[in-house]
Nanobody, 129 residues
Framework: QLQLVESGGGLVQPGGSLRLSCAAS????????IGWFRQAPGKEREGVSC????????YYEDSVKGRFTISRDNAKNTVYLQMNSLKPEDTAVYYC??????????????????????WGQGTQVFVSS
């Protein structure tokens, strides 16, 4: 069964850090572009970051540049999202997704949600004092 499972969410104070994990089963993550999305209450789902298949090219949405880092551990078949300097506006449910395409970084845009094939169930991140 093809599955993505996110973990690592929780409650953190502003300025704190969390590391989200996206573990795959039933397929090899390195063959897919992996994206992280988030959805806050009453808002549309937005792309946060992605890492391309094979060569690991990375994309970050402007509001998280310099604070979030995406990485892949092929041995563990897991992609991570390290989130530092968290802000209340980072509060959302975070989802990882896998797409069977190569993101070159030259698209002029980030991959869209509809271009991903597999989705996890989400993990809640809540940033509050």
């Amino acid at each position: 069964q093809l599955q993505l499972v996110e973990s690592g969410g929780g409650l953190v104070q502003p300025g704190g850090s969390l590391r989200l994990s996206c573990a795959a089963s039933g397929f090899t993550l390195d063959y897919y572009t992996i994206g992280w999305f988030r959805q806050a209450p009453g808002k549309e789902r937005e792309g946060v970051s992605c890492i391309s298949s094979h060569d690991g090219r990375k994309y970050y949405e402007d509001s998280v540049k310099g604070r979030f880092t995406i990485s892949r551990d092929n041995a563990k078949n897991t992609v991570y999202l390290q989130m530092n300097s968290l802000k209340p506006e980072d509060t959302a449910v975070y989802y990882c997704a896998a797409g069977n395409f190569y993101y070159s970084g030259a698209w002029g845009r980030a991959p869209r949600a509809g271009e991903y094939v597999y989705w996890g169930q989400g993990t809640q991140v809540f940033v509050s004092s």
